[in-house]
Nanobody, 120 residues
């Protein structure tokens, strides 16, 4: 199983970016998908989660600016980031709780990360 993120980059404050994360491999089912971020010198923090049924949850710092969504047919999760601020600068990681062929049950998998840099 692989999770591959894309869509990061450099953007000015107030701009937008859309991150994507596609899960590939022999996957039976995906439960929760999520985005985390880690800024230099800081701990990794949860940004947003989405359940298989579509229920979402957001960190207070991104509510009203970020939107998480998923395409279950494509095993892909998205993060639409609007009104970006310099403090949103971080490496963004996707995370999926899924059940893959050859395993004993649901496990957590991580992507390799994609850098988002917001200039002031």
């Amino acid at each position: 199983v692989q999770l591959v993120e894309s869509g990061g980059g450099l953007v000015q404050a107030g701009g937008s970016l859309r991150l994507s994360c596609a899960a590939s491999g022999s996957i039976f089912s995906i439960n929760t998908m999520a985005w985390y971020r880690q800024a230099p010198g800081k701990q990794r923090e949860l940004v947003a989660t989405i359940l298989s049924g579509g229920s979402t949850n957001y960190a207070d710092s991104v509510k009203g600016r970020f939107t998480i969504s998923r395409d279950n047919a494509k095993n892909t999760v998205y993060l639409q980031m609007n009104s970006l601020k310099p403090e949103d600068t971080a490496a963004y990681y996707c995370n999926a709780h899924l059940f893959a062929r050859g395993t004993l049950g649901f496990q957590v998998y991580w992507g390799q990360g994609t850098q988002v840099t917001v200039s002031s």
